[in-house]
Nanobody, 123 residues
Framework: QLELVESGGGLVQPGGSLRLSCAAS????????IGWFRQAPGKEREGVSC???????KYADSVKGRFTISRDNAKRTVYLQMTGLKPEDTAVYYC?????????????????WGQGTQVTVSS
């Protein structure tokens, strides 16, 4: 069983930065694509970014140029570096994993989910 735990959330001013971490236990991450998702109050969950096993990445248009996803399989950890944060980035951020051996990652059909970490962007 793959377990995921997010960390790194918090309160930050507009324009600030945060780095979220998604630590995996139970299995190696080698065969998995990892995605970051977020859900703001009253809104549906949306895909933010994903990275596949060959480190090909995908970003939602709303975060392109501001967020960077990366992975360290040796540490079983995936990161989401967030810069230029805006109030509309406020949400609970979740990481998720799905087995994906070939092809680019996608922002749907994930089987394993973390509990989430709150990110609040406010002055």
């Amino acid at each position: 069983q793959l377990e995921l735990v997010e960390s790194g959330g918090g309160l930050v001013q507009p324009g600030g930065s945060l780095r979220l971490s998604c630590a995996a236990s139970g299995r190696s991450l080698d065969a998995y694509a990892i995605g970051w998702f977020r859900q703001a109050p009253g809104k549906e969950r949306e895909g933010v970014s994903c990275i596949n096993r060959s480190e090909s990445t995908k970003y939602a248009d709303s975060v392109k140029g501001r967020f960077t996803i990366s992975r360290d399989n040796a540490k079983r950890t995936v990161y989401l570096q967030m810069t230029g944060l805006k109030p509309e980035d406020t949400a609970v951020y979740y990481c998720a994993a799905t087995v994906r051996l070939f092809g680019p990652c996608v922002l749907y059909d994930y089987q394993y989910w973390g509990q989430g970490t709150q990110v609040t962007v406010s002055s």
